[in-house]
C-alpha cells in the first residue's frame, strides 16, 4: 500500500449498502482541512468502492491513490480532505 500517512481509516468489509456510503460520507464531512482517509474494502464491495468514488467526487475532494490489488482480491482509496 502507500507509504502516505493515514488519519482516518475505515474498512467498509462485509458491509452492505448503503452502510459503505454512509460511512465514506460521515468520514470525510468529520475530517479535518489536511488530514488524509483511507478507505478500504475487498472485490466483495465493489459496487460500493464506486459510490465512494462518487461521493469523494461529489464532496469535491482530491483522490491520492486508487489502487486495486489482485493478489489478496482487496482495494483501497486514499484522498485528502480540503
Known sequence: MSSTEVDIF???TGLVCPVPLIKARKAIKSASK???IEFFG???EEISRGEI???VSNLKQPIIENKEFPEN???HILIKRE
Open 10 to 12: 475505515v474498512d467498509i
Open 53 to 55: 468514488l462518487i461521493a
Open 73 to 75: 482480491k482487496t482495494w
Open 34 to 36: 489536511g488530514q488524509t
Open 42 to 44: 475487498t472485490e466483495n
